[in-house]
């Protein structure tokens, strides 16, 4: 079960008309990465659960075929949580070791050595985690031997953020990577009908019980796309590792007086005479204007936002001419 019912609310304008797994990255859906990894390592059949804007993902990844799988999708009336998603697909579900991954991740960690994990302590749930060397704004996950015991709070950051690179996989904290396989006795402590989380309402509670909620640590490429600058910080390490700095979308023109570097263009972005782009996202339709310059921003059209009240955990951002833009260098 693919987890895709969020609003995507910190990568607003960015999700003004469409869900976060609905976003492109690289000319690629969010959710169709994940699809795609899922059908790599064998799982065939899914179930996507939809909420916000669901005819976004649903258009994204149709009946799941391009992606190498098989789609069902669940509609959830009013959000229900990471574990209320999974009691209101209970009966697609039921009956078999099933895997439930966050929509919003690229990663190419190893699905197959996670089961053989499960199996083997043979675990009410495993959950995968990786080392946080970086400290960032992940729950702590606490573990005796491969059992976890405990969901924290936030790591503290370096004093010096160069040593995040130099610090000792030891000395890292761990973090869920919000991929865990799971029997299907965990509904047990999944309330019906009501909202819940897994990390908060259901496995704390398990534990409790004495049942085996297993840790399996992994290692390889993971990303997580929940904000605007890391929207635009993963789609350039993507591009880096290709050996490109820069994605231009289809009908996308940029003029041969223009400079654009280090930039994600979506589909039909205009870049006029004289105009300089750096570091930034324009998302479907933008034109930037002869000679003006953005420089660390997301950018949409203004018209897509008018009269909108942004959420509350949308950066600000300002009408100029016919854009909406949003600055990263805050």
Do not use: C
Not at 116 to 128: D, F, N, Q, S
């Amino acid at each position: 079960m693919i987890l895709s019912a969020g609003y995507g609310a910190r990568l607003w304008p960015l999700t003004a008309d469409r869900t976060k797994p609905a976003l492109p990255v690289l000319g690629k859906p969010l959710v169709g990465y994940v699809a795609e990894y899922l059908a790599q390592h064998g799982i065939k059949d899914v179930i996507v659960n939809l909420h916000h804007r669901p005819e976004s993902v649903r258009t994204a990844l149709g009946d799941g075929s391009s992606f190498g799988v098989r789609l069902q999708y669940v509609h959830e009336r009013n959000i229900l949580g990471t574990s209320g998603a999974l009691d209101n697909a209970r009966n697609l579900l039921w009956g078999d070791t099933f895997v439930v991954i966050n929509g919003k991740i690229i990663t190419d960690l190893d699905l197959k050595a996670a089961l053989e994990t499960h199996r083997r302590t043979k675990a009410l749930a495993t959950l995968v985690l990786r080392r946080n060397l970086a400290r960032e704004r992940f729950s702590i996950v606490e573990t005796s031997g491969d059992l976890i015991t405990r969901f924290g709070g936030m790591p503290a950051r370096l004093e010096v953020e160069s040593k995040a690179t130099t610090a000792t996989t030891s000395e890292a904290p761990l973090m869920f990577t919000g991929i865990q396989i799971l029997e299907t006795r965990i509904f047990d402590y999944i309330p019906r009908g009501a909202f819940s989380h897994s990390t908060t309402d259901v496995y704390p509670q398990a534990i409790a019980k004495g049942e085996r909620i297993v840790a399996h640590i992994g290692e390889g490429m993971w990303y997580e796309l929940s904000t605007l600058r890391r929207y635009l910080d993963i789609s350039l390490a993507l591009l880096q590792s290709g050996g490109r700095d820069l994605y231009a979308g289809q009908n996308a023109r940029i003029d041969e007086q223009a400079e654009v570097h280090e930039s994600v263009l979506w589909d039909g972005v205009v870049i006029e005479k004289g105009a300089y782009v750096r570091r930034a996202v324009l998302a479907d339709g933008v034109r930037i204007p002869a000679h003006e310059r953005v420089e660390e921003a997301v950018v949409v059209r203004g018209e897509l936002v008018a009269g909108v009240t942004p959420p509350e955990k949308a950066l600000p951002g300002q009408f100029i001419g016919d854009n909406f833009v949003v600055s990263l260098s805050r």
